[in-house]
């Protein structure tokens, strides 16, 4: 089992996050406030005996708000709606060539060890960032050709994820861009060279995630990739499941199984069922979790969906 993403912050937490960015809080009292809430996560996630995990992404509003802490060259531009959803992110807007800066990035990394390590906790730290394609249509770009800032973003990434180095497990890397019909298929062709850029000596596995609806037409392109897992968001694409299992053969998947955009429990059978299928279709390998972002759930019924997950083990 994997937890990927971003775990909806508590009320507390959003509040002391809102007085650090008026000035009324300091540093250290948004720290204690994000360690408590790591620490309840990090609980959670060994309660359900994952074998990977984020760190919830506390710190960060969403996985967009992820990039700004490794690279350099990008600012905070206008809020943007996230896909179809009722979710908004900062656009990054490119000013300048882009370079990579690893030091904030890691720092927080090391606390989520450390913290990992005083709770005894053994689940494997992932290492959560936005994949190339949809950095590139997520954000506004004032520098680059199309291709150059593939190759660029691919590069920055690879050099911050082996400057991390043993300290996390697995590379979850989010691409719900996979999908968008505007991307020209010069670009797809493409994208499986970008990928061997970024992950050019990273020794560490990889998981691809591509939630929400799954435009099948690309699913070729998908799984030319050279990752270890293929995240599909099985919640979402119930309807497509004949198409997508015919690219399961000798694969190592990742099946989002439970629904993280509305409140409504998900079925165990359904997702055992799910779990046969995928394995009669020849899987190597299955992963099981959530697809996606968990912010657009209450806290609450974040953590009923996820417990359900202990029962597939």
């Not at 409504?264 to 979790?289: C, H, N, P, Q």
Request: aromatic share 10%; no cysteine; charged share 30%.
């Amino acid at each position: 089992m994997a937890i990927t993403g971003s775990y909806p912050k508590a009320l507390q937490l959003g509040k002391i996050i809102s007085r650090y960015r008026t000035g009324k809080a300091n540093e250290e009292i948004l720290q204690k406030a994000i360690e408590r809430e790591e620490e309840k996560f990090f609980k959670l996630v060994n309660s359900i005996g994952v074998k990977y995990s984020s760190d919830g992404l506390f710190r960060w509003d969403d996985v967009v708000d992820v990039t700004f802490s490794y690279i350099e060259g990008a600012e905070k531009g206008d809020l943007m709606r996230f896909f179809d959803n009722n979710f908004y992110y900062r656009r990054p807007i490119i000013k300048k060539k882009i370079k990579p800066n690893s030091n904030e990035f890691l720092k927080y990394i090391k606390d989520d060890q450390r913290l990992l390590d005083k709770l005894g906790i053994k689940v494997g730290l992932s290492v959560v960032i936005l994949g190339p394609l949809s950095y590139h249509n997520l954000s506004e770009n004032k520098v680059y050709d199309s291709l150059e800032l593939l190759s660029d973003y691919a590069n920055v990434v690879n050099s911050v994820v082996k400057s991390i180095g043993n300290q996390v497990k697995i590379l979850e890397i989010h691409e719900p861009s996979i999908s968008d019909k505007l991307v020209k298929k010069d670009i797809l062709e493409r994208l499986p060279s970008i990928y061997d850029e970024m992950l050019k000596g990273v020794n560490i596995p990889s998981l691809l995630l591509t939630y929400f609806e799954l435009n099948t037409s690309r699913l070729e392109y998908l799984f030319k990739l050279p990752v270890t897992y293929y995240g599909i968001d099985v919640a979402e694409n119930k309807n497509k499941l004949g198409i997508i299992y015919r690219y399961f053969n000798g694969k190592k998947v990742f099946l989002g199984v439970i629904n993280t955009r509305n409140t409504r429990m998900d079925s165990i059978s359904s997702m055992r069922l799910i779990l046969r299928k995928a394995k009669d279709k020849g899987a190597e390998e299955i992963l099981v979790g959530n697809p996606g972002p968990m912010d657009f759930i209450p806290e609450v019924v974040a953590k009923r969906k996820l417990s359900l997950l202990s029962k597939l083990r």
